[in-house]
């Protein structure tokens, strides 16, 4: 029997400003590496597709480094559709610097105006590629009407299932060892979880993903 292939994107990505400077956000990659060793805990042959983060899995699997959102797309595209279950766990910058300088900007005016222009939505254009036998699972990250945007990324995105994290939650998001999530499902359900371990929630959403897997392979 052949492993299931997993696809994994995580951590944050670097949009260069210049070769000094870039436009970031605060994600360590904790939570996508901790799925990662859970999927390959199950046997399943895994790519990581990893950000700019200094964390790596302790156990073996394909890492795709990349820094810009630009790169973790070709990543993505190139493995895409040979993958059996997708998780888009990455941080990725929705917005890139419409024009790079080839030398560092000089601090002459007392004002900088950059112009920016949209990265491509990964998970929107894999669920553009998706196949009714593969799974996609995406991440929501929000600050208010939490469920209501969730459930407009599942249906955007071609998602089976999202799952929901808070910056309103203590504990929980960017740089802590705890999470609290909730998975929201394409069939309108909704299962909490309490605050706990990434590497416990991790195995949680490794369990939902393959038995979405098996139940679309039947």
Same mark, same amino acid.
């Given at each position: 029997?052949?492993?299931?292939?997993?696809?994994?994107?995580?951590?944050p990505?670097?949009?260069?400003?210049?070769?000094?400077?870039?436009?970031?956000?605060?994600?360590?990659?904790?939570?996508?590496?901790?799925?990662?060793?859970?999927?390959a805990?199950?046997?399943?042959?895994?790519?990581?597709?990893?950000?700019?983060?200094?964390?790596?899995? =302790?156990?073996?699997?394909?890492i795709?480094?990349?820094?810009?959102?630009?790169?973790?797309?070709?990543?993505?595209?190139?493995?895409?559709?040979?993958?059996?279950?997708?998780?888009?766990?990455?941080?990725?910058?929705?917005?890139?610097?419409?024009?790079?300088?080839?030398?560092?900007?000089?601090?002459n005016?007392? =004002?900088?105006?950059?112009?920016?222009?949209?990265?491509?939505?990964?998970?929107?254009?894999?669920?553009?590629?998706?196949?009714?036998?593969?799974?996609?699972?995406?991440?929501?990250?929000?600050?208010?009407?939490?469920?209501?945007?969730?459930?407009?990324?599942?249906?955007?995105?071609?998602?089976?299932?999202?799952?929901?994290?808070?910056?309103?939650?203590?504990?929980?998001?960017?740089?802590?060892?705890?999470?609290k999530?909730?998975?929201?499902?394409?069939?309108?359900?909704?299962?909490?979880?309490?605050?706990?371990?990434?590497?416990?929630?991790?195995?949680?959403?490794?369990?939902?993903?393959?038995?979405?897997?098996?139940?679309?392979?039947?």
């Open positions: 029997m052949k492993p299931i292939k997993v696809l994994i994107t995580a951590g990505t670097r949009e260069a400003i210049d070769p000094v400077r870039y436009i970031s956000n605060h994600s360590t990659g904790k939570m996508g590496i901790a799925i990662a060793e859970a999927f805990a199950e046997g399943c042959e895994v790519s990581l597709i990893l950000g700019a983060t200094h964390l790596k899995p =302790s156990l073996p699997m394909q795709i480094s990349v820094e810009s959102a630009q790169e973790m797309y070709n990543a993505c595209v190139k493995i895409y559709a040979e993958t059996d279950i997708s998780i888009f766990a990455a941080a990725v910058a929705d917005y890139t610097p419409k024009d790079v300088s080839n030398d560092k900007i000089k601090k005016n007392n =004002s900088w105006q950059l112009e920016l222009v949209k990265t491509k939505d990964i998970a929107f254009e894999m669920g553009l590629l998706k196949s009714s036998k593969q799974v996609n699972v995406v991440f929501a990250l929000e600050t208010n009407n939490e469920i209501e945007h969730a459930r407009q990324k599942l249906e955007k995105k071609n998602a089976d299932f999202v799952v929901l994290n808070s910056m309103r939650d203590s504990g929980a998001g960017f740089g802590f060892d705890t999470n999530i909730s998975l929201l499902y394409i069939n309108g359900l909704t299962t909490n979880f309490a605050l706990q371990s990434k590497q416990s929630l991790a195995k949680i959403i490794v369990k939902e993903a393959l038995q979405c897997f098996h139940n679309k392979q039947e």
